[in-house]
């Protein structure tokens, strides 16, 4: 199916009559003249040429027709919206140009005109230019919005070439026929003659595209499937609408003329880049009417305002009714309002007044921090804000600051205040000027429509008071000699009587005197000195001696003033050295400095004069003095100084005579520090105090003391008998130590012990209990003997108890039977036993715990454990029952 032939305009340009488009530019005269030739008749969306728009105004973003049966697209294209016949006479629109953004406006004009052309012969060489025959006939469509018909409503006719040969069927599809919208369109089977069945809203469908179809009445396609697009033109049947019912906006009372207040905006649905959406803005009523304050653009809705300035103080808001009308505001274009609240904001255009010029107060002599008058103000302004505050000044008559002045917050008034006490006797009447001022600037603008600070006079009136004394100057001068004789006579501190300005009838009294040099005369107020005063001794030192006067009236009222006593330095104070003790390091320091200070003033001091002292002709010879400036001196030593400690005394003298000698002790050290030499003489000087000393003859004694315990105790202990009372407990020893070196004894009874000193003592007794040996705790008791194991070893090897049988040992000394044994062990262990079956209150305990040292594992006699047995008659049964090798080691030591 081929496209469709060229629009007819075109087609009629071989004939002779043409139009002439011509271009004009009037806007700033920045576009360029173009000429179009076209037919004099235009069909409907033909298109007639095209414009460079870009070369006229590069950023407009919005393009609009004057004529409304053209339209211009935004690449330039100048389409007919209708069917033109241009006649003879002439016809122009206008294409207007907007940038938004800048506000800029342009415009092209556009005419219309015949001009008859003559054909050239053609030249034989030329090609002849032919159209193809073309098979469809679709003619572009358009319908009208809303059209009333009558439906249905024929739109065009579609027809196939091939209709001449066969008979051809036409059918459609898409959106309308049997898409959404259903049923809107349908086409004669066999004339292809298009309908409509309703009208159509524009703003819901712009266009159909439908797809027509030609086949045979077998079946058969004869053509393809041709595009019929569909187009309904629009009406204007859409109000435009303000995207807000109401509007509100604020504008400070201070804006200047042309100020933008805000802006208002509407919509159109209909046709885009048409008269249809073509909108104006106006103003319709302001409310209040006069005066006119605020104007609108009437293409982008921005509204201005149009007077030099706005008071609020007047009206503090207006309403606008905005309008917007289509059709670029023609009488026939649709209409619709909005409302735009404007708030003018407060400024501070108006200066506080005082409600009077003058004003008057009184206080009474001597009050201070009491308030003694409020002004009041008027302001225009907002109130409680800023531009309504007042900030009030003293601008005159405060130099001596006895007043201030604050704002009451609340009232807004200017709150007065005494700080300083007045004196009626110098001022009986204060003349103070106010000034009156915004917390906020002045506006700018209004700055010429206002005068200076707005001012206030306020006279103050002092009232008198009967007062007392007054001691003025608070602090009074007197100069009194160092070291003056005490009863020296002074004059001192004076007081007077304000109303009087005289002395008499006054009091005077000492309230503070730190050294208690000065007494005071109670009726004239003179002092007499009655100590020595000494310069020197004040602390902090200083030349002048504060004493703290009381005067005192009739009526016993007081002031309180100080009474400054100069003290005049004298020479009574020499020069002090202030070194003792020095080190030097020979033969790194080749010298020392030394120093002085003198008390008194610098005119009774440096410089100073450094010599020897009365010194013997030895200490002339080592030592030297050299000056180094007014309070300093060198002191050097000869080469051949021997390391020693040496006496150097040294007379320094003011430059009065004031001379005082001081003896140095210098230590000539063989050192590379002085640091060296004083840690050597502190460890040599070191001294036992007598604490010290006491602790050491307390631990002497105390040493005495153990020693003479322990010989009372040998003593005693050789003079004891028969056995001792804790022997029950040490009736069976089991040791595991037998290597060399220990001194083991042989009693008679059998049992090995250890000696004390490897000697034996002769008697049968403990000698030792819980002694370690090898990690194994024994209990031992001896029998007596003074044979040592150590008698009956060979060269240090082991040795049984069989090999010491062979020894001399006196076994008949200690010698026992087992029945006196028995005798004397048994009443003592039920007797120990006793005592260990009870707790700490003496009640009989169930079991009595004691630990063993571990015997071993696998132990043919087990573990020793409590002393269950303790209630048997023969508490020594259990030796019978230790097994053969018991017997028999038993047998060889009691075998005599």
Same mark, same amino acid.
């Given at each position: ?70 339209? !211009? /697209? ?43 052309? !003559? ?132 504008? =400070? ?5 042309? @100020? ?19 909108? %104006? ?6 409310? =209040? ?20 300035? /706005? ?19 023609? !009488? ?10 404007? *708030? ?10 005082? %409600? ?25 302004? /907002? ?75 306020? *006279? ?33 501190? %004076? ?12 009091r005077y009294k000492k309230l503070h005197d730190p050294q208690g040099w000065i007494a005071i005369n109670e009726m004239s107020g003179s002092i007499t000195t009655s100590k020595i005063l000494d310069r020197e001794a004040m602390t902090p030192r200083n030349d002048l001696y504060n004493i703290t006067v009381l005067a005192i009236d009739q009526d016993g009222r007081s002031c309180t003033g100080t009474l400054v006593v100069n003290i005049e330095d004298i020479n009574d104070n020499p020069p002090e050295i202030l070194q003792s003790y020095i080190t030097i390091c020979k033969p790194k320091m080749r010298y020392t400095d030394i120093s002085a200070v003198d008390p008194d003033e610098p005119i009774h001091g440096a410089p100073f004069y450094f010599s020897l002292a009365n010194t013997s002709p030895e200490t002339n010879r080592m030592w030297t003095l050299t000056k180094v ?84 105790? !040998? ?8 056995? =001792? ?27 090995? @012990? ?23 705790? @024994? ?115 009691? %075998?005599?």
């Amino acid at each position: 199916m081929a496209a469709a032939e060229p629009p007819i305009p075109l087609r009629g340009a071989l004939c002779g009559l043409l139009l002439t488009l011509t271009v004009f530019n009037f806007a700033c005269e920045a576009c360029k003249m173009v000429t179009f030739n076209v037919p004099s008749r235009l069909e409907a969306d033909s298109i007639v040429g095209r414009v460079n728009l870009k070369e006229c105004l590069r950023s407009a973003d919005l393009i609009r027709s004057g004529d409304p049966d053209f339209r !211009v /697209l935004d690449d330039g294209s100048v389409y007919t919206a209708s069917t033109v016949v241009v006649s003879d006479e002439k016809r122009s629109f206008t294409i207007w140009l907007y940038d938004t953004k800048t506000r800029t406006q342009k415009e092209i004009k556009v005419l219309l005109e015949h001009q008859k052309k !003559v054909l050239r012969k053609r030249h034989a060489k030329e090609a002849v230019l032919r159209r193809s025959k073309r098979r469809w006939a679709p003619i572009p469509c358009s319908m009208q919005e809303n059209s009333l018909g009558p439906f249905p409503l024929f739109l065009q006719q579609v027809q196939s070439d091939a209709a001449q040969n066969y008979t051809i069927f036409y059918s459609i599809s898409g959106h309308g026929v049997d898409q959404e919208p259903l049923n809107l369109f349908f086409i004669e089977r066999d004339t292809g003659n298009l309908y409509c069945t309703r009208p159509v809203d524009r703003e819901e469908y712009e266009v159909f595209d439908l797809i027509a179809y030609a086949s045979t009445a077998d079946g058969y396609s004869a053509d393809i499937p041709l595009p019929l697009p569909i187009r309904v033109e629009d009406e204007n049947d859409n109000h435009p609408i303000f995207t807000e019912a109401i509007y509100n906006f604020e504008v =400070p009372e201070s804006s200047r003329l042309g @100020t933008t207040v805000g802006v208002v905006c509407a919509t159109d649905k209909d046709e885009p880049d048409t008269m249809h959406t073509r909108l %104006k803005y106006s103003i319709l009523e302001q409310t =209040p009417k006069s005066p006119g304050l605020f104007s609108v653009h009437p293409r982008t809705g921005v509204i201005t305002t149009v007077a030099h300035y /706005l008071d609020r103080e007047t009206v503090d808001k207006y309403s606008l009714i905005m309008k917007v009308q289509d059709m670029d505001g023609q !009488v026939f274009g649709l209409i619709s309002t909005s409302t735009c609240i404007i *708030t003018i904001k407060d400024s501070n255009d108006n200066a506080p007044t005082f %409600k009077q010029n003058t004003y008057e107060a009184s206080v009474e002599e001597n009050a201070y921090n009491v308030e003694i008058l409020r002004i009041s103000v008027e302001d225009k302004d /907002l109130i409680n804000t800023a531009n309504w505050r007042a900030n009030f000044t003293i601008l005159k008559g405060n130099e001596n600051g006895h007043f201030k002045i604050s704002t009451d917050r609340e009232t807004n008034e200017g709150v007065l205040y005494v700080v300083k006490p007045l004196n009626y006797e110098e001022n009986q009447q204060v003349i103070l000027e106010i000034g009156a001022s915004n917390e906020a600037p002045f506006s700018r603008d209004f700055t010429f429509r206002t005068t200076a600070m707005n001012r206030a006079v306020v *006279t103050v009136h002092v009232r008198d008071q009967d007062e007392g004394p007054e001691c003025s100057p608070a602090a009074q001068y007197v100069r009194i000699q160092e070291n003056s004789a005490v009863g020296s006579k002074i004059n001192g501190y %004076k007081a007077y009587d304000p109303e009087t300005r005289s002395t008499s009838g006054l009091r005077y009294k000492k309230l503070h005197d730190p050294q208690g040099w000065i007494a005071i005369n109670e009726m004239s107020g003179s002092i007499t000195t009655s100590k020595i005063l000494d310069r020197e001794a004040m602390t902090p030192r200083n030349d002048l001696y504060n004493i703290t006067v009381l005067a005192i009236d009739q009526d016993g009222r007081s002031c309180t003033g100080t009474l400054v006593v100069n003290i005049e330095d004298i020479n009574d104070n020499p020069p002090e050295i202030l070194q003792s003790y020095i080190t030097i390091c020979k033969p790194k320091m080749r010298y020392t400095d030394i120093s002085a200070v003198d008390p008194d003033e610098p005119i009774h001091g440096a410089p100073f004069y450094f010599s020897l002292a009365n010194t013997s002709p030895e200490t002339n010879r080592m030592w030297t003095l050299t000056k180094v400036n007014d309070t300093a001196a060198r002191l050097s030593y000869q080469k051949n100084a021997e390391f020693q400690e040496y006496s150097v005394p040294i007379t320094v003298k003011d430059r009065e005579g004031q001379s005082a000698t001081k003896t140095l002790r210098i230590n000539l050290c063989d050192c590379t520090h002085p640091s060296q030499c004083l840690a050597t003489r502190r460890s040599a000087g070191v001294r036992l105090g007598k604490w010290a000393i006491l602790a050491i003859l307390l631990g002497i004694a105390l040493l005495f003391s153990v020693l003479l315990t322990l010989v009372c105790g !040998v003593v005693g202990a050789k003079k004891r008998k028969g056995f =001792p009372e804790d022997l029950a407990q040490q009736n069976l020893i089991i040791s595991n130590t037998e290597a060399p070196g220990d001194d083991k004894v042989c009693s008679t009874n059998g049992f090995m @012990t250890q000696t004390v000193n490897n000697s034996g003592q002769g008697f049968c007794g403990t000698m030792g209990s819980g002694v370690k040996n090898g990690g194994q705790e @024994t209990i031992e008791m001896v029998k007596g003997g003074h044979q040592t194991l150590e008698s009956c070893r060979g060269t240090g090897h082991h040795h049984t108890l069989d090999s010491c049988r062979g020894g001399h040992v006196e076994m008949d000394n200690c010698r026992y039977s087992y029945s006196e044994w028995h005798n004397f062990t048994q009443p003592r262990l039920g007797e120990k036993l006793h005592l260990c079956n009870q707790n700490e209150d003496h009640v009989p305990s169930p079991d009595y715990v004691l630990t063993y040292n571990y015997e071993g594992r696998g132990s043919p006699t087990g573990s020793v454990g409590c002393c269950s047995e303790k209630q048997e008659d023969d508490g020594l049964d259990f030796l019978n029952n230790l097994g053969a090798k018991f017997t028999t080691l038993a047998e060889t030591c009691t %075998k005599r």
